[in-house]
């Protein structure tokens, strides 16, 4: 019935996606705070 | 006894919570991503096609551990929502807004992969059955979890708020679970349940939970991610954040 082409590799492509987006997201997030942080404190790196 | 009363007071405090949570964020991401690749090419390339289903049936090892884990993080969050409501404990806060986007992310990739699992396998992409409709409510009670705490201006209000919201709508989660026994659906009932034989092979088993423990672990690394990042931005004018950021 089904192929890899048409069903599985859609969903393959869309999973590595969402858990490269959901890593790598949150630690860019984490380092324009520390940077905003630094900036607004005045801390020194 | 003592050691989970001192964890979980101690987890309580943002300052140990901050330093302490990112050696697990490394250790998970490294064994969920090296448990993800290894069960999705086994799964992919080493596993037998379905007698029926033929290769479309792979869709199990990223539908089944997304969709497990999406309730899973509900009922977390329902927890969560409780231990705030009893002991106002800002991190059961911190948690919930961390976990609710994954929650709903998994939930609509768990939908997402179903409809294009049902294609080849039940001739349409989606029917209005019990189980694609709970789970499809579930999404519903994520976006309402999201929307609700961002309405709401005063944070603790916002927390409660969605505490509540999240205790009752734990209530769709045996539905979800029971829908396939309780009424008559498209979707097939589960394959591993507690005290009855497992109908499915060994050989496609295996795969199936080494990507559910891989997606559990990386979850759990993106949920300890997001929360250091809402603890750092609550508190950015504490002193201990000034000596943390400096110490680097």
Request: charge should be positive.
């Amino acid at each position: 019935m089904g192929g890899y082409a048409v069903y599985v590799w859609p969903v393959v492509g869309l999973a590595v996606l969402l858990v490269i987006g959901v890593t790598v997201i949150p630690s860019l997030l984490h380092r324009r705070l520390i940077k905003e942080i630094r900036e607004t404190r005045d801390l020194a790196a | 006894m003592n050691w989970f009363r001192q964890t979980f007071h101690r987890m309580g405090s943002p300052p140990y919570f901050y330093r302490g949570a990112r050696k697990w964020i490394t250790g998970l991401y490294i064994v969920g991503l090296a448990l993800l690749v290894v069960g999705t090419i086994w799964g992919i390339g080493f596993t037998p096609a379905d007698r029926l289903q033929g290769d479309s049936f792979r869709i199990i090892y990223f539908h089944v551990p997304t969709a497990h884990l999406s309730q899973l993080i509900y009922i977390a969050v329902a927890v969560a929502g409780f231990v705030f409501l009893v002991w106002r404990m800002k991190m059961a806060d911190v948690f919930m807004v961390s976990a609710i986007w994954l929650g709903a992310w998994l939930t609509a990739f768990a939908l997402f992969s179903g409809i294009v699992w049902g294609i080849p396998t039940w001739g349409t992409g989606w029917v209005w059955d019990a189980r694609t409709t709970s789970v499809l409510v579930q999404l519903f009670l994520f976006i309402g979890l999201i929307a609700l705490r961002g309405a709401i201006p005063n944070s603790q209000r916002a927390a409660l708020a969605v505490s509540v919201l999240a205790i009752v709508g734990v209530l769709n989660i045996p539905i979800i679970k029971y829908s396939v026994d309780w009424f008559t659906t498209l979707h097939q009932p589960a394959s591993i349940q507690i005290g009855e034989p497992i109908a499915i092979d060994l050989a496609m088993l295996w795969p199936l939970l080494i990507n559910s423990l891989g997606l559990y672990a990386v979850a759990a690394g993106v949920i300890l991610s997001h929360m250091r990042i809402h603890v750092l931005r609550r508190e950015r004018d504490s002193e201990w954040v000034a000596k943390s950021l400096l110490t680097k």
